[in-house]
Every structure is written in C-alpha cells, then in structure tokens.
C-alpha cells in the first residue's frame, strides 16, 4: 500500500493496523465504501480479507448428478461380465437415440443371405489393419455372438472397447462398412447467461509434500485469490468455485525412490500442509475436492472422495464439498446451471503411449485424447487404459454432455472446446520430477484455467513469475 492509499484511508476516518501496510490494494475505493457502510473504523487483515469476500456475490450451489459413494466389489468373472453389459447397454442407447430404424443383432446378420444391407450397434474387441490392402478390420461382439468388419477408410480413430453403430454390406461372414458412427456428445448452444460475470478456477496436480512443489507460486495464488495482488483482481472477487482435479498431495510410495523427492513424509502431514493453504480461501467460494492417483484411496476407478483417516485436516473445511474422480455437477450461480464432468484423468496417457501423434503429450494432444473420451461417451474406453473397479454401473460412461470437461494429471495446461463443449486441462504446482526428466516431459507449472460461467469465455493465469500475467499458450477463441 503506498502512501496515496494510506492517506486517502487516514482522510476517510480509517485508521491502519501494521499488517495492512504491505499489501497492495487493487480497488481501494470499494473498500473505503464497504468500512464506511459497516461504521468500521479500523483495518486490519481480517477486516480486510471479510470485506474482500464479502464483496463477492454468494448466491452459488452445486448439484451432485453423479458420485460414486464408495461401494466395493471383487474381479470375479460375473463382475466384468455385469460391468461391461451396462456400459454396453448404456452407450447403445445413446446410440440408438440418434438412429434406431433397423438395427440388428449379430445373430440375425450371421442369418442373413450375403449381399444383404446390414446395421448394427456392437462392442469392437480388437482392431487391426490387414497387411494388403490396409483395411480396417474390426472383431466386434454384441449379447448376441461375435462378428468380423472390414473398413476401407482408415482415417476412423476406432479404439478397443468402444461402442459404436456399423451399416454396410454383409460378404463372406464380414461386414464390409459404409458407414461408422460414433455416439458423441449433443452440441451445445452458446448462451450468454443473464447473471454477472462469475469464475470458476480449475487447479489440480498440487503435490503438497513433494520437495519439488512450488509453495512461492501456490502463496501467490492464495493471496490473490484474497484480493492482495493486483493484477487481475477483478477476476478474483469474482470467484464462484475451484475445481480441485485430484493429486492434491504427492502421496507416499506412488513411484520407486518417491520418498528421496519428498518433504512431508506422511499422508496427514501432506493434507494438513495443504489445509493450511485452501483454510485461507474466501469461504463465499465453493470448493470441490476429488481425488488423483497421488492421493491416499485406492487407485481403481471410480475413486471414492478422500478418506477421513487421512485427510481429516480438509474436511475442517466448511467451503469444500467432496466427490469421488470422476464425478458431474451442476454448479449453480442464480439461475444458471453450468454443468460439469470432472476426471483426473489416468486414461490419457494411456492413450498417448497407444497413438503414435499424440504421443508428445502436448496441450494438442490431450485435447484430441479428451475429445476421443467425448466422442466415445466414456472417459477410459479401452480396457487397460486405467485400472477399473468392477461395479455394477459403469461410473466412467459419460451420461450427460457436460458445458465443462475438466481433467488435470498430464501436468500440462489448455482450455478449448469441442461442439460446445469446454475442455480445460489444469496445470500442476510441482517442478520437474526426475522421472518427467526421463521421459523428456517438461510441466506447465502454477497456470490457472479460468472459464467465466456468464459468457463461456476463458482465459489462463499464471502465477510462476513474480507478477500474475495472462499465459498466452494454448488458449483458443470460443
Ligand atoms: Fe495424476
């Protein structure tokens, strides 16, 4: 606070408690108002940090439209089989809503005299291209048995697992394709809400505990978010929700000689840290924690919301709400609903190491990598491609098209959109890990994805330099 700023306090009748004096104030004038109104005559941090919120509209909740609640189960047979039949059954119907008119069981076409015009909804169970010709040839599986589809295209991103519909012409026990489709998400209009504008932040990757986390630019992040640094304050009191994506703490024994690289060497210490950052977060903003799989549960899918035994430091917090990974709400300001899909986001190295152009993990490739789990209505298509708790309802289907796809994990930053639909990868808070170094994967650190839920317009802090400025990469316009 310069000595304008302290004067023009002095000459409102406020006087100034020692701890005020080095911070820097963006909207002093707002401020003034506030205490006036208040009769408050006196400004020291809490008053501030009060009134700084305070400021803030409140009128925000969350829906919880899907959570998985913590149900076990086992890898018996019977489990795999009951899991897969409802994903199956349940992207069928998402299929068969955009085209249902003659659809066939497996069965009826292996029936049919050849040359008939076929079309079916089934389950690719493994693809590969026929040395020759270069054809696509699917091994797909419905209820009903099993069959063979030949593809002439092979620009189609067809993976394992996925579900999707085939027409064509049957020949010689195989479907020769004309036409492959995909279930994908409904496009999504966009509509300017008649609210003011009102954030959301995403933050996921913190790796509270590790040597390598960067608590200057965490430090940095929460006093802004209080309204001590400047730049951007507008954005800042404007804050609705933060959207924790998982990896919260680095954990312990995720990786072999992890513990060398740590600085909290026990789970509660490593939340308790942590507690002390998201503890001073104006309580008007809505917090929602999810595990990663850095955190203390298990690392199966679905994972259930943090453990109490370990992180009951969090749980003093009266501003967060906690849901497993994945989960979908809806986060309400007013009357509008923002909905929101939210993973850690294991799956997608997988698909990185499966595809060869998306292997430089770039903001371009996760966004391909995310857009495949949209097109596919479902965050881990292929079995493999994350460790899976067999349950009787498949949490990682995509039901609902979401406004707002959020993952984090690959530590690396982007928003963009697809059909309407926003997708933000948020960065990380941890420097470069030894084992990043040998896979040559350089981390985007401390970069905040802000999307405004009043107009669907986003932009990318970042907070690794001394000022917080604008990070230019990997934003594209709407
Ligand atoms: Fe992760």
């Not at 703490?249 to 909290?264: A, H, M, R, S």
């Not at 098209?401 to 690959?410: E, L, M, N, R, S």
Request: contains cysteine.
């Amino acid at each position: 606070m310069d000595e304008e700023q302290l004067n023009k306090l002095f000459s409102n009748g406020i006087l100034v408690d020692s701890s005020i004096k080095d911070l820097e104030i963006a909207d002093l004038d707002s401020i003034i108002t506030s205490l006036k109104e208040k009769k408050i005559t006196f400004l020291d941090l809490d008053t501030f940090h009060n009134i700084y919120s305070g400021e803030a509209y409140s009128d925000s909740s969350i829906e919880i439209i899907k959570s998985y609640d913590g149900e076990l189960s086992e890898s018996k047979p019977i489990n795999w089989v009951n899991y897969f039949n409802d994903r199956f059954s349940r992207i069928k119907n998402m299929l068969m809503l955009k085209d249902k008119s003659g659809l066939m069981s497996l069965s009826n076409i292996k029936n049919m005299p050849q040359s008939s015009e076929v079309k079916t909804i089934a389950m690719v169970s493994s693809v590969s291209i026929s040395p020759v010709k270069k054809y696509m040839i699917l091994d797909i599986d419905d209820n009903t048995g099993t069959y063979k589809t030949i593809i002439s295209d092979q620009n189609h991103e067809i993976l394992e697992d996925q579900v999707i519909s085939i027409s064509g012409r049957k020949y010689n026990d195989a479907i020769f394709s004309k036409n492959i489709g995909f279930p994908d998400i409904q496009i999504k209009d966009k509509v300017t809400q008649e609210i003011d504008d009102s954030f959301i932040l995403f933050l996921s990757d913190i790796h509270v505990g590790s040597k390598l986390f960067v608590g200057d630019a965490f430090e940095r992040f929460i006093k802004w978010i209080n309204g001590e640094i400047p730049e951007y304050s507008s954005i800042a009191k404007l804050v609705k929700f933060i959207v924790l994506n998982g990896d919260l703490i680095d954990g312990i024994g995720v990786y072999p000689n992890q513990e060398k690289e740590l600085d909290i060497k026990d789970l509660k210490g490593q939340y308790s840290k942590l507690y002390e950052y998201l503890g001073r977060i104006p309580k008007n903003i809505k917090i929602l924690i999810s595990p990663g799989n850095h955190d203390a549960t298990h690392i199966a899918e679905p994972q259930p919301k943090l453990d109490h035994n370990f992180a009951d430091s969090l749980y003093k917090l009266k501003n967060a709400t906690f849901l497993s990974n994945p989960y979908q709400v809806n986060l309400c300001v007013g009357k509008s609903k923002t909905n929101l899909l939210a993973y850690h986001g294991f799956s997608i190295t997988y698909y990185a190491n499966k595809i060869p152009k998306y292997s430089k993990m770039d903001p371009d490739d996760i966004e391909n990598i995310m857009k495949i789990m949209l097109k596919s209505r479902h965050l881990a298509p292929s079995h493999g491609s994350t460790q899976i708790l067999p349950l009787p309802k498949d949490y990682l289907v995509i039901d609902e098209t979401p406004d707002i796809f959020a993952t984090g994990h690959i530590h690396k930053t982007l928003v963009s959109t697809y059909k309407g639909t926003i997708l933000v990868n948020s960065s990380c808070w941890q420097r470069q890990t030894s084992y990043q170094k040998k896979y040559g994967m350089v981390p985007d650190i401390a970069k905040v994805p802000i999307v405004n839920i009043r107009d669907k317009s986003f932009q990318i802090l970042d907070f690794l330099g001394d000022k917080v400025q604008i990070y230019k990469k990997g934003i594209k316009e709407v």
